[in-house]
């Protein structure tokens, strides 16, 4: 079993800087794929970003590329969500999420086994 636990969430200015981490538990968490979901209200949960068990590959939604930055600590069991050049419509509840099958890449939130809480990101405008 794995718990997540998130935090990093607020209030930001449109353009400015937020950064998430998501705290493990569990023996196992190196060898877990690690997303962040986002869910605004009246829509559905949707991909953020992706990082495999390794951190050596990751993978963005066209909307946050070039924006925002996922990176782990297996160490710390912690993932990251660097959030920069925030924009109102990144305003959603984040999710950090882990799925025991690491041999291919899963888009999906229904490919996760283990989801945290959410923390509240709003950007303003």
């Known amino acids: 079993q794995v718990q997540l636990v998130e935090s990093g969430g607020g209030l930001v200015q449109a353009g400015g800087s937020l950064t998430l981490s998501c705290a493990a538990s569990?023996?196992?968490?190196?060898?877990?794929?690690l997303g962040w979901f986002r869910q605004a209200p009246g829509k559905e949960r949707e991909f953020v970003a992706i990082?495999?068990?390794?951190?050596?590959?990751?993978y963005y939604a066209d909307s946050v590329k070039g924006r925002f930055t996922i990176s782990r600590d297996n160490a710390k069991n912690t993932v990251y969500l660097q959030m920069n050049s925030l924009k109102p419509e990144d305003t959603a509840v984040y999710y950090c999420?882990?799925?025991?099958?690491?041999?291919?890449?899963?888009?999906?939130?229904?490919?996760?086994?283990?989801w945290g809480q959410g923390t509240q990101v709003t950007v303003s405008s």
């Open positions: 990082i495999n068990w390794s951190a050596i590959s990751t």
């Open positions: 569990g023996r196992t968490f190196s060898s877990y794929n």
């Open positions: 999420a882990a799925t025991t099958v690491n041999y291919k890449i899963s888009y999906t939130a229904n490919e996760y086994d283990y």
